[in-house]
């Protein structure tokens, strides 16, 4: 069985940085997507990020390109999620996922692991 267990969240002012972790683990994953969403209060689950295990493709939301970067450590079974100039708007719990498909997509549905979350929350 696949887990992920988040860290790395907290308080941050505004144009501040943050990383988070996902550590994965369960089997090898090779063939799989790794992403990150987030949810805000009253608001749906948003795609963030997501990076290809095998060769480190990556995508991003509009919102967070240019200012979010994903990466993994295939030695750690780790991801990250690099957070910087943040903005209020960025407050959210930060939820790692993982899908064992090598397409990236960005509906939450297609994501079959998910973690607890990390929660950012950024003072304006």
């Known amino acids: 069985q696949v887990q992920l267990v988040e860290s790395g969240g907290g308080l941050v002012q505004t144009g501040g940085s943050l990383r988070l972790s996902c550590a994965a683990s369960?089997?090898?994953?090779?063939?799989?997507?790794m992403a990150w969403f987030r949810q805000a209060p009253g608001k749906e689950r948003e795609f963030v990020a997501a990076?290809?295990?095998?060769?480190?493709?990556?995508d991003y939301a509009d919102s967070v390109n240019g200012r979010f970067v994903v990466s993994r450590d295939k030695a750690q079974n780790t991801v990250y999620l690099q957070l910087n100039s943040l903005k209020f708007e960025d407050t959210a719990l930060y939820l790692c996922?993982?899908?064992?498909?090598?397409?990236?997509?960005?509906?939450?549905?297609?994501?079959?692991?998910w973690g607890q979350g990390t929660q950012v929350t950024v003072s304006s």
């Open positions: 990076i290809r295990w095998v060769d480190g493709i990556t």
């Open positions: 996922a993982a899908r064992p498909y090598i397409v990236i997509r960005r509906d939450s549905v297609f994501y079959e692991f």
């Open positions: 369960g089997r090898t994953f090779g063939d799989y997507v």
